[in-house]
T-cell receptor, first 116, second 114 residues
């Protein structure tokens, strides 16, 4: 059972819509991530927040806008998406640096996004 | 940039047989992690390897980190139907700005035939 909860589980949106994905973690972690998972491709890191500050924006188009109001919540705001943005969007959390090594990621169940 | 490649992409295994999946990085890694994703599920952390040549076991799973810290392997013995899923390796580069930036491989999808 995951300590990271994502909503909604499924989302279908048109290219002109605006929607938001929500992620909440109950593990006491202070780093949160957005990953994109497309078929037959490696997981793509989109954004990393550590202690509520964005530490990585991996060349993600501006139609994706993250928000991290506190260490337990993470949002991904979507607007004017393209069909190629259809994918599984995974949120993850981990302990933030206390070590140079990445802590293990705890993933949510993901939001399956379809852009029509 | 850093690339992590996994082979094979697909692995069909007869129940009871052994198999190995390999992970190769284009750059030296500080550590590597392995994850398993069941069909329809999300990636679940399995293990982290940090030391050169490190070997760790979890029941029927044996994980190894290469001496040069550029490759890793996962060996499963006596495969069971519960081993079905996609196994991902994820490496962290040895550079100072690499925290939070795991590079995932494309995964090995394992299908087990009873």
């Amino acid at each position: 059972e995951t300590g990271v909860t994502q909503t909604p589980r499924h989302l279908v949106m048109g290219m002109t819509n605006k929607k938001s994905l929500k992620c909440e973690q109950h593990l006491g972690h202070n780093a949160m991530y957005w990953y994109k998972q497309s078929a037959k491709k490696p997981l793509e890191l989109m954004f990393v927040y550590s202690l509520e500050e964005r530490v990585e924006n991996n060349s993600v188009p501006s139609r994706f806008s993250p928000e991290c109001p506190n260490s337990s919540h993470l949002f991904l705001h979507l607007h004017t998406l393209q069909p190629e943005d259809s994918a599984l969007y995974l949120c993850a959390s981990s302990q933030s640096p206390g070590s140079i090594y990445n802590s293990p990621l705890h993933f949510g169940n993901g939001t399956r996004l379809t852009v029509t | 940039g850093q690339q992590v490649m996994q082979i094979p992409q697909y692995q069909h295994v007869q129940e009871g047989e052994d198999f190995t999946t390999y992970c190769n990085s284009s750059t030296t890694l500080s550590n590597i992690q392995w994850y398993k994703q069941r069909p329809g599920g999300h990636p679940v952390f399995l293990i982290q390897l940090v030391k050169s040549g490190e070997v760790k076991k979890q029941k029927r799973l044996t994980f190894q980190f290469g001496e040069a810290k550029k490759n890793s392997s996962l060996h499963i013995t006596a495969t069971q139907t519960t081993d079905v899923g996609t196994y991902f390796c994820a490496g962290q580069a040895i550079t100072t700005d690499s925290w939070g930036k795991l590079q995932f491989g494309a995964g090995t999808q394992v299908v087990v035939t009873p």
